[in-house]
């Protein structure tokens, strides 16, 4: 009888040292798509974990957890979503982990899918809690690229489009930062992955206004703004037929603080599949002269804080970088090129005639890209001699040639920036874009992104974003390049080391899976 009562004693002080309680923060956890979150969660009084049951789960899936941590180690028991994704950290810097009662969660690669509620459930022997916890994910899309389209009454149709946005954005049109504009209309759309897509379009009358942005918000106060200046929009009329770039005659303003202007060409261009014969004579075949659109994306600003607007991490870019040198098979005769292929130079026998830049001193690269992103930086410079006037520099179609009869187009395969003397920077866009481009690059970083079809320029000194042509490749691409006639420096392609990777993670996870444990 007596040891029955001691029995029930023990037992009841057992249970007591071993009650606690789950508690999670009051505030919803909020993080970006793809980054790593840490959803809070720990008991108290603060008591070793170690032993506990500790289960993440969702929508009543109990016995289909996000994470299962029993027996001093997390278990196999998962749902299949977020395999490799989860583990156990610390809430915070000051927190004593597991040991102290922490069973906050890591999540990795956040997607829009791990939005709404996680239990935090935790049990002993003889007691268990359970709380729920708010996880808001949000993704921030991409700059809004605004197109200008005169209309016919004088006034201009903008049109501004932004996506990979999570939950859906808000658009406003502003005029000199100052004046909400109505928009005309637009339209909204939710992609596969779940992200929005926007498109809205407002007509302004040139008097109105002088600059138009487009913001695209999220509630959290997030946003990307484009902005073009309405009077910079001048429409000419081509007199030169033989300038097939005349259409429309868009010179944009830099923005002081801004400095960059991005452009995007856009237009389904039409498909070459068919290879051109690879011929000494360097001709390009299949001209056809139309009119483009063009989709210009001014820098992105995040709030107040535009005058950092367009700085790169020249170090990701070089994540990229690929190892080019020129291919001397394929090259104009007019050229010379060093013994190691990476210098290109007008000859010494070269003769140009006629004023417009010799876009036949075509090289290649000897290296082709069918998808993948490609990264490589070329030296317009020698030390103590003014940067070169005149280049060409962007990727052709493989086995594309250049003619000095014909002018290199994206619908005949050829994408560039050119910089062609007192005649500005220009990119071969089948309207004439000039450029802004002040300091003139000395050294260039060119990022090819085959599979989004975007081509896009640094200047690598001012570890500045230049701009981004949209366009679709396809079949192979290759470097392209031309020095241009009569410039004292060469043309020179770096060999930029790829940056040492230092994984620097701030928050590590305590127990990756079972086999850590
Ligand atoms: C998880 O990681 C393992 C080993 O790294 C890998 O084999 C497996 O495919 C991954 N599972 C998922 C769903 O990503
Ligand atoms: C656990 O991690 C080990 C390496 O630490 C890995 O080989 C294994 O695939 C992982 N298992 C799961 C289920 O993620
Ligand atoms: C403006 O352009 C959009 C397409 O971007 C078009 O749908 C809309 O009808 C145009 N509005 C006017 C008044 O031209
Ligand atoms: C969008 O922004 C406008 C202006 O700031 C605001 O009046 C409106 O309530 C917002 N709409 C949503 C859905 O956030
Ligand atoms: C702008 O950026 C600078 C440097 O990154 C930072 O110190 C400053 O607080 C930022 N200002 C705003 C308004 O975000």
Known sequence: MLSIFIALLVNLFIETSVSFSVVVPRDQTVAHVGSTVTVPCWITPPENAEALEIRWYRHDQFSNPVLFYQHGKI????????????????WSDQSGGLKDGDVSLRLEKLTVQDEGVFHCYVSGESTYGSEEIVLKVTAVGSAPVLFPQPLDDGRVNFSCRSSGWYP??????????????????????????????????????????????????????????????????????????????????????SFGLLGLVGLILYKNRHKLTGKKPADENCECGGMENRKGYIKVQMSESTGENASVVGDVNIEDLRKHA????????????????????????????????????????????????????????????????????????????????????????PSDSFWF?????PNGFYINSETHITLPLTPRPEQLGVLLDYDDGQLSFYNVKERKHLLTMRTRFTGSVAPLFNPGVGDLSPLKILDCPKPVESPVE??????????DA
């Open 75 to 90: 278990q196999d028991v998962q749902e299949e979503s977020y395999r490799n994704r989860t583990s156990l950290t610390l």
């Open 168 to 253: 859906e954005p808000n658009v406003t049109w502003m005029s000199d930062e100052r004046t909400v504009l109505r928009p005309g209309g637009g339209s909204r759309r939710r992609g596969a992955d779940e992200m929005f897509s926007v498109h809205s379009w407002t007509v302004v009358s040139r008097s109105d206004a002088q600059l138009v942005s487009c913001s695209v918000s999220l509630k959290t106060g997030e946003l990307k703004e484009g902005r073009l200046n309405i009077q910079a929009i001048i429409s000419s009329d081509s007199s030169d037929p033989s300038d097939p770039w005349k259409a429309l005659f868009i010179t944009l303003l």
């Open 322 to 409: 690929d190892q080019i040198s020129i291919d001397r098979e394929h090259l104009h005769p007019g050229l010379t090129v060093s013994k190691d292929c990476k210098i290109v130079r007008d000859g010494p026998d070269y003769k140009h005639t006629g004023e417009r830049f010799p876009y036949e001193l075509c090289a290649f690269g000897a290296q082709r890209f069918t998808s993948g992103r490609h990264y490589w930086e070329v030296s317009l410079a020698r030390e103590n001699i003014a940067p070169k006037n005149y280049w060409l520099i962007g990727v052709a179609k493989d086995g594309n040639f250049c003619s000095k009869d014909k002018s290199l187009t």
């Open 417 to 421: 920036l050119c910089s062609d003397g």
């Open 506 to 515: 701030s928050s590590q996870p305590l127990l990756g899976n079972s086999s």
